[in-house]
Nanobody, 119 residues
Framework: QVQLVESGGGLVQAGGSLRLSCAASGRTFSTYAMAWFRQAPGKERELVAA???????YYADSMKGRFTGSRDNAKNTVYLQMNSLKPEDTAVYYC?????????????WGQGTQVTVSS
């Protein structure tokens, strides 16, 4: 069982930056593939970034060059550094844990953290 708790969301102006954190419980965190998703009002949830257990990363096209995912297995934490934020990045951001990198089915989800980007 893994519990995930996101933090770091908030209100930021366009062009600004935020760093999201996702703290995980459990001693097996390092074995999980992690991912960040987001869901904007009226839109479907979409994958933002994925981080393998070994630190390999994948980014959705619209996030490439602006977002950076990373993990610190010693701290049981995964991060999402978001730069050059745009109003269209406004959404609830969720972290998720799964058994495989870029799996289509993640086993555990956090409660989400709101990111609002003002124009």
């Amino acid at each position: 069982q893994v519990q995930l708790v996101e933090s770091g969301g908030g209100l930021v102006q366009a062009g600004g930056s935020l760093r999201l954190s996702c703290a995980a419980s459990g001693r097996t965190f390092s074995t999980y593939a992690m991912a960040w998703f987001r869901q904007a009002p009226g839109k479907e949830r979409e994958l933002v970034a994925a981080i393998s257990s070994g630190g390999r990363t994948y980014y959705a096209d619209s996030m490439k060059g602006r977002f950076t995912g990373s993990r610190d297995n010693a701290k049981n934490t995964v991060y999402l550094q978001m730069n050059s934020l745009k109003p269209e990045d406004t959404a609830v951001y969720y972290c998720a844990a799964g058994s495989k990198f870029l799996t289509t089915s993640y086993d555990y989800w956090g409660q989400g953290t709101q990111v609002t980007v003002s124009s």
